[in-house]
């Protein structure tokens, strides 16, 4: 009895001892220190300056990523945010204190937040009722309007749906239902108690327009058909509302109609006299008018647009309330180029118009005016880089007054919005802030080893060099210059002496103490390999951000103008192969008339500038320049193979056509090159190819080898390949018997996840040479609502889904962990030391399934220098966390008994059957990630630490140690009593070496 309480007491003692080791956690003042986030809300699709009562302005804003957030203008700072993720929202707009929002999900949700704080006061939901029959006819309309004494708010949704809610409670007054209408309603104005609903009825070649008006009390309705004939609804504009009339104005042939809203009365005016007599630069006019809505509530201006032969011009006009008659404002006159206009009311009421066009690739020119006066207030030159943001695709502008001394004058700030998706803000005539929403859309990143110091000196010294003059400088030369550079560092001594006193006393070895002059900072590598550049890919930029300042932006690049869109990012040469390291951005250009491309875009990755060599042939688009290839890739790889002269990775290129395209040099490596295509998610069957080359002309020939359907109703849920480049520090795993049990390292395994129709999930473990199933499982009951995530790493391979198993009562998340060995014995390994696919040699596979407290959006595991830690698996939550959890934990050999000396030697844990919910395994603590897209790792230069990033939405990057810091003093090591250890031991030698020399004298002596 004694000795079983013993036993377990040893149990727990080593359960807990096991639990503390791998339960980091972080104390409050460590946030922040080792770690870096950055919130973003994505690019704008409805964003407004609003002015509280009792409050300074602030912007609001509806991103393309369901995010509504408010930001502070004089900085540029997130000051709330909501992520209404699986939403999409289709309209935003401010009310005094409060803004609503409508968005769309199974149906329509209309919420109502107060301004100041995000809190959210009331969300009600509209019943799609006529739901279907609207998707049908292509509706999704939406727009929201708050009557004058802000006691309801009225909502369009769908384009039939008008609903009228209490601005207080969000209380339903009433609802008009005109789904079986044949009218499609664009537009809501409030005036006089009245909820006019203008929309469109198609008719054989032209929409007419219609008129439904409502009781705002009663919801009573009319509805009224005006004699008209429009193409498009671009050709149509509401203005007015409020405490003003609101009126119609629609192009209609040669003539620019009008109408009061509550009236059938129509006014016109004749294009050909507006050309001509009204508006002098629209004599030049080669196309249609276009319509600009100035969104200023209730004022009845707008901007009419038109192209010329060499730019285009604009007007301002105006409905008179009283006649209801088209006027012209002002001429705002002709420009050689594309501009973009927004409006904004003074504190008198009176109307600014902004006018923003590119006056070069590099320079953005605003002029402001006051139409009603026909004056022209100001003009600003400001610097912008098409190269980096591409051209403006929306304004918005914001009148303040400045305070001068004792005089007032009126000052100007507008938001930008660019194609890239970033937004920029402009005071007066200079950049005070930007937010590179863009990379709320990256798709991939690259981790990029920065080169170490010797390199950049190398560079400021040689590399520089032009052609001419390395031929002609002598050595002594370059030794005096050299010379005068490290001469030149010296001035850095004293802040090199600090920060290194710094870093000993501190254990940050974050911060660089090499000395480097301030005018000729570069990139290079810190201590331990911590600092590298994150190169970010999205639709049509590439960003690299620093890691060890913060996520820093170092460069940025916009290639937009070509109309590719990226696909694949690869970093093709290292900087310890041959500097400058090299990256190549691959993008498809569609384009109907010539034909569809594929571009090759190969860049320095420490500048982002275009790398290319003398021998080269390449296309120059715009400012890009690239290698154009005349087909679309359908699958990219980067090979194992080096291009001779340059060192950098060969790329193959895969078509539609299944033919490849790489350089000669992968006829080298054809004969082993097998890959594997599917459909993807939701395809039904695998297959295996490999090249033949039957000739050295290009493109090389596919011939595929073998196809695995899945069974009838099958369709692939998720897919998992091996690594690249994974170190492997151990071939086999040692036992506590000193036994080995050798890992089954086949680099060709794909892991594929098939949803049956009766809900059952087929797992496989495919050899990609071959097409042979190497392991099969099958899981009844498994959800198809929740997403399947497969990873593998080395001998691993784990699998996370939702079982609804209620005979084994395991409905929850769970994992399944598959470890492959070369045998179930240990000690056995293959008879072929050599591995190879076409040998019939199948693994043992040791499989354990756990319940896991969270669902998961996608799976990261730590990646060190040469493996030797233990590995640590990373899962991004939909709690909107990141969770480390240690292989230890997600061991299938954890034995489902009382531990034995064995099992303690090998530091087993014994079995559960769940996961703990342990708050001390979340790396990111407090912070919230939204959106997590993927989790990527890379190795530092220390083998205990591995660089994570979670990207999405947000930014989130940290260094993590999974086996802790067995390679660098812990930040608690007493470095002073070590330190006085050594000086006490100094003292001591110098004290006693006088008696003890003393001593051996005399001895000789006497």
């Given at each position: 009895m004694v000795r079983l309480l013993l036993e377990t007491v040893l149990i727990l003692i080593l359960s807990l001892t096991i639990q503390v080791q791998y339960a980091f956690g972080i104390y409050a003042d460590q946030a922040g220190i080792n770690d870096w986030y950055q919130q973003y809300i994505g690019t704008p699709k409805c964003s407004f300056f609003h002015r509280p009562p009792n409050r300074g302005t602030t912007i609001l804003i509806a991103s393309e990523s369901n995010v509504i957030a408010s930001i502070k203008p004089f900085n540029g700072n997130i000051e709330w945010r909501q992520v209404l993720e699986g939403e999409?929202?289709?309209?935003?707009?401010?009310?005094?204190?409060?803004?609503?929002?409508?968005?769309?999900?199974?149906?329509?949700?209309?919420?109502?937040?107060?301004?100041?704080?995000?809190?959210?006061?009331w969300e009600k939901k509209i019943k799609s009722v006529g739901f279907n029959q609207i998707n049908s006819r292509n509706g999704g309309e939406v727009d929201v309007v708050f009557t004058a004494d802000g006691m309801n708010v009225i909502v369009l949704v769908g384009g039939h749906v008008i609903v009228n809610f209490n601005n207080i409670?969000?209380?339903?007054?009433?609802?008009?239902?005109?789904?079986?209408?044949?009218?499609?309603?664009?537009?809501?104005?409030?005036h006089n108690q009245n909820i006019y609903a203008i929309g469109l009825k198609k008719s054989s070649k032209f929409y007419s327009i219609e008129v439904v008006t409502h009781d705002v009390q009663t919801g009573v309705l009319k509805s009224t058909s005006l004699s008209s004939k429009i193409g498009h609804i671009k050709d149509m504009i509401v203005v007015g509302g409020g405490?003003?009339?609101?009126?119609?104005?629609?192009?209609?042939?040669?003539?620019?109609?009008?109408?009061?809203?509550?009236?059938?009365?129509?006014?016109?005016?004749?294009?050909?006299?507006?050309?001509?007599?009204?508006?002098?630069?629209?004599?030049?006019?080669?196309?249609?008018?276009?319509?600009?809505?100035?969104?200023?509530?209730?004022?009845?201006?707008?901007?009419?647009?038109?192209?010329?032969?060499?730019?285009?011009?604009?007007?301002?006009?105006?409905?008179?309330?009283?006649?209801?008659?088209?006027?012209?404002?002002y001429d705002l006159g002709h420009r050689n180029s594309t501009s973009i206009y927004s409006g904004a009311l003074d504190k008198s009421e009176q109307l600014i118009i902004s006018r923003t066009r590119l006056l070069s690739k590099d320079l953005v020119k605003v002029e402001i005016v006051a139409p009603a006066h026909r004056l022209a207030l100001g003009s600003h030159e400001i610097s912008y880089s098409m190269a980096v943001s591409g051209s403006i695709k929306k304004s918005l502008l914001d009148v303040?007054?400045?305070?001068?001394?004792?005089?007032?004058?009126?000052?100007?700030?507008?938001?930008?919005?660019?194609?890239?998706?970033?937004?920029?803000?402009?005071?007066?005539?200079?950049i005070a802030w930007n937010r590179e929403e863009s990379l709320t859309h990256a798709t991939e990143?690259?981790?990029?080893?920065?080169?170490?110091?010797?390199?950049?000196?190398?560079?400021?010294?040689?590399?520089?060099?032009?052609?001419?003059?390395?031929?002609?400088?002598?050595?002594?030369?370059?030794?005096?210059?050299?010379?005068?550079?490290?001469i030149e560092q010296l001035k850095d001594f004293p802040d090199y002496l600090i920060t290194y006193v710094q870093r000993f006393a501190t254990g940050n070895y974050s911060v660089d103490p090499s000395p480097m002059t301030k005018a000729k900072t570069s990139l290079y590598r810190d201590t331990f390999g911590f600092r590298k550049l994150l190169i970010f890919m999205t639709r049509t930029k590439l960003v690299a951000l620093d890691t060890s300042n913060k996520g820093q932006i170092v460069w940025s690049r916009y290639f937009g103008g070509t109309k590719s869109e990226f696909q694949k990012i690869f970093v093709v040469r290292s900087s310890t192969v041959k500097y400058p390291p090299v990256i190549v951005a691959i993008g498809v250009q569609k384009n109907l008339d010539k034909g569809n491309i594929t571009r090759l875009f190969r860049l320095n990755a420490l500048t982002g500038e275009d790398f290319i060599t003398d021998h080269e042939i390449v296309t120059h688009t715009e400012d890009n320049i690239?290698?154009?290839?005349?087909?679309?890739?359908?699958?990219?790889?980067?090979?194992?193979?080096?291009?001779?002269?340059?060192?950098?990775?060969?790329?193959?290129?895969?078509?539609?056509?299944?033919?490849?395209?790489?350089?000669?040099?992968?006829?080298?490596?054809?004969?082993?090159?097998?890959?594997?295509?599917?459909?993807?998610?939701?395809?039904?069957?695998?297959?295996?190819?490999?090249?033949?080359?039957?000739?050295?002309?290009?493109?090389?020939?596919?011939?595929?080898?073998?196809?695995?359907?899945?069974?009838?109703?099958?369709t692939i849920v998720a897919i998992g390949h091996k690594p690249n480049h994974e170190k492997v520090a151990s071939l086999g795993r040692v036992l506590g018997n000193r036994s080995v049990l050798y890992k089954y390292l086949n680099p060709h395994i794909v892991a594929v996840a098939t949803l049956s129709?009766?809900?059952?999930?087929?797992?496989?473990?495919?050899?990609?040479?071959?097409?042979?199933?190497?392991?099969?499982?099958?899981?009844?009951?498994?959800?198809?609502?929740?997403?399947?995530?497969?990873?593998q790493v080395e001998n691993t391979i784990m699998y996370h889904f939702w079982s609804e198993d209620q005979e084994k009562q395991e409905k929850g998340y769970k994992v399944v962990v598959c470890d492959l060995y070369e045998?179930?014995?240990?000690?056995?390994?293959?008879?072929?030391?050599?591995?190879?696919?076409?040998?019939?040699?199948?693994?043992?596979?040791?499989?354990?399934?756990?319940?896991?407290?969270?669902?998961?959006?996608?799976?990261?595991?730590?990646?060190?220098?040469?493996?030797?830690?233990?590995?640590?698996?990373?899962?991004?939550?939909?709690?909107?966390?990141?969770?480390?959890?240690?292989?230890?934990?997600?061991?299938?050999?954890?034995?489902?008994?009382?531990?034995?000396?064995?099992?303690?030697?090998?530091?087993?844990?014994?079995?559960?059957?769940?996961?703990?919910?342990?708050?001390?395994?979340?790396?990111?603590?407090?912070?919230?990630?939204?959106?997590?897209r993927q989790i990527a790792t890379s190795p530092a230069l220390l083998e205990s630490t591995s660089l994570v990033l979670a990207y999405g939405l947000d930014l989130w990057f940290t260094r993590e140690a999974p086996s802790k810091t067995f390679d660098v003093l812990s930040e608690d090591f007493s470095k002073g009593t070590l330190l006085a250890t050594i000086l006490g031991l100094v003292v001591g030698i110098l004290i006693t070496k006088p008696p003890v020399r003393r001593k051996n004298i005399n001895s000789r002596w006497y």
């Amino acid at each position: 009895m004694v000795r079983l309480l013993l036993e377990t007491v040893l149990i727990l003692i080593l359960s807990l001892t096991i639990q503390v080791q791998y339960a980091f956690g972080i104390y409050a003042d460590q946030a922040g220190i080792n770690d870096w986030y950055q919130q973003y809300i994505g690019t704008p699709k409805c964003s407004f300056f609003h002015r509280p009562p009792n409050r300074g302005t602030t912007i609001l804003i509806a991103s393309e990523s369901n995010v509504i957030a408010s930001i502070k203008p004089f900085n540029g700072n997130i000051e709330w945010r909501q992520v209404l993720e699986g939403e999409i929202i289709l309209a935003f707009k401010g009310h005094n204190g409060t803004a609503i929002s409508v968005s769309e999900h199974d149906g329509y949700i209309v919420r109502l937040w107060e301004i100041q704080t995000g809190f959210m006061l009331w969300e009600k939901k509209i019943k799609s009722v006529g739901f279907n029959q609207i998707n049908s006819r292509n509706g999704g309309e939406v727009d929201v309007v708050f009557t004058a004494d802000g006691m309801n708010v009225i909502v369009l949704v769908g384009g039939h749906v008008i609903v009228n809610f209490n601005n207080i409670d969000g209380r339903q007054i009433w609802r008009s239902d005109l789904a079986e209408s044949p009218t499609l309603l664009h537009k809501l104005v409030e005036h006089n108690q009245n909820i006019y609903a203008i929309g469109l009825k198609k008719s054989s070649k032209f929409y007419s327009i219609e008129v439904v008006t409502h009781d705002v009390q009663t919801g009573v309705l009319k509805s009224t058909s005006l004699s008209s004939k429009i193409g498009h609804i671009k050709d149509m504009i509401v203005v007015g509302g409020g405490s003003n009339t609101g009126f119609i104005v629609w192009k209609e042939g040669q003539y620019v109609r009008v109408n009061r809203l509550g009236s059938d009365t129509i006014e016109q005016s004749s294009l050909e006299s507006l050309y001509r007599n009204v508006i002098p630069s629209f004599a030049g006019v080669i196309g249609d008018l276009e319509f600009v809505n100035l969104n200023i509530s209730s004022r009845t201006e707008f901007l009419i647009q038109a192209p010329t032969a060499n730019g285009n011009s604009a007007a301002v006009f105006k409905i008179d309330l009283e006649s209801g008659r088209l006027t012209a404002l002002y001429d705002l006159g002709h420009r050689n180029s594309t501009s973009i206009y927004s409006g904004a009311l003074d504190k008198s009421e009176q109307l600014i118009i902004s006018r923003t066009r590119l006056l070069s690739k590099d320079l953005v020119k605003v002029e402001i005016v006051a139409p009603a006066h026909r004056l022209a207030l100001g003009s600003h030159e400001i610097s912008y880089s098409m190269a980096v943001s591409g051209s403006i695709k929306k304004s918005l502008l914001d009148v303040t007054t400045k305070k001068n001394n004792e005089t007032t004058s009126v000052a100007y700030r507008m938001l930008i919005v660019s194609d890239d998706g970033s937004i920029h803000f402009f005071k007066e005539d200079s950049i005070a802030w930007n937010r590179e929403e863009s990379l709320t859309h990256a798709t991939e990143v690259e981790f990029l080893d920065l080169p170490e110091k010797k390199l950049w000196t190398q560079e400021v010294d040689e590399l520089d060099e032009q052609s001419e003059e390395s031929e002609t400088i002598s050595p002594f030369a370059r030794y005096v210059r050299r010379l005068m550079n490290h001469i030149e560092q010296l001035k850095d001594f004293p802040d090199y002496l600090i920060t290194y006193v710094q870093r000993f006393a501190t254990g940050n070895y974050s911060v660089d103490p090499s000395p480097m002059t301030k005018a000729k900072t570069s990139l290079y590598r810190d201590t331990f390999g911590f600092r590298k550049l994150l190169i970010f890919m999205t639709r049509t930029k590439l960003v690299a951000l620093d890691t060890s300042n913060k996520g820093q932006i170092v460069w940025s690049r916009y290639f937009g103008g070509t109309k590719s869109e990226f696909q694949k990012i690869f970093v093709v040469r290292s900087s310890t192969v041959k500097y400058p390291p090299v990256i190549v951005a691959i993008g498809v250009q569609k384009n109907l008339d010539k034909g569809n491309i594929t571009r090759l875009f190969r860049l320095n990755a420490l500048t982002g500038e275009d790398f290319i060599t003398d021998h080269e042939i390449v296309t120059h688009t715009e400012d890009n320049i690239s290698f154009s290839i005349p087909t679309i890739a359908h699958r990219i790889f980067k090979l194992p193979v080096e291009e001779p002269d340059e060192r950098t990775h060969i790329i193959a290129l895969l078509d539609e056509d299944l033919k490849a395209s790489s350089l000669k040099a992968f006829q080298k490596f054809s004969a082993s090159f097998y890959f594997t295509l599917s459909d993807g998610i939701g395809g039904k069957s695998l297959n295996g190819y490999k090249v033949a080359i039957e000739k050295i002309s290009q493109p090389f020939s596919i011939s595929r080898l073998w196809k695995l359907n899945f069974p009838e109703g099958n369709t692939i849920v998720a897919i998992g390949h091996k690594p690249n480049h994974e170190k492997v520090a151990s071939l086999g795993r040692v036992l506590g018997n000193r036994s080995v049990l050798y890992k089954y390292l086949n680099p060709h395994i794909v892991a594929v996840a098939t949803l049956s129709p009766s809900t059952s999930l087929d797992f496989y473990l495919i050899d990609t040479i071959k097409g042979s199933i190497l392991y099969h499982a099958v899981h009844d009951n498994v959800s198809p609502s929740h997403p399947v995530q497969i990873i593998q790493v080395e001998n691993t391979i784990m699998y996370h889904f939702w079982s609804e198993d209620q005979e084994k009562q395991e409905k929850g998340y769970k994992v399944v962990v598959c470890d492959l060995y070369e045998s179930e014995k240990p000690d056995e390994r293959f008879d072929n030391l050599n591995f190879t696919s076409f040998a019939n040699e199948r693994p043992h596979v040791n499989a354990q399934a756990f319940m896991f407290p969270y669902g998961v959006r996608t799976i990261g595991v730590t990646t060190t220098k040469n493996g030797i830690p233990i590995r640590e698996f990373l899962f991004a939550l939909d709690t909107y966390q990141v969770f480390g959890l240690s292989k230890r934990f997600l061991d299938p050999r954890r034995p489902q008994r009382t531990l034995t000396s064995e099992d303690k030697e090998e530091m087993l844990i014994p079995y559960e059957p769940t996961i703990p919910d342990n708050k001390k395994f979340i790396l990111s603590y407090n912070l919230p990630i939204y959106g997590i897209r993927q989790i990527a790792t890379s190795p530092a230069l220390l083998e205990s630490t591995s660089l994570v990033l979670a990207y999405g939405l947000d930014l989130w990057f940290t260094r993590e140690a999974p086996s802790k810091t067995f390679d660098v003093l812990s930040e608690d090591f007493s470095k002073g009593t070590l330190l006085a250890t050594i000086l006490g031991l100094v003292v001591g030698i110098l004290i006693t070496k006088p008696p003890v020399r003393r001593k051996n004298i005399n001895s000789r002596w006497y």
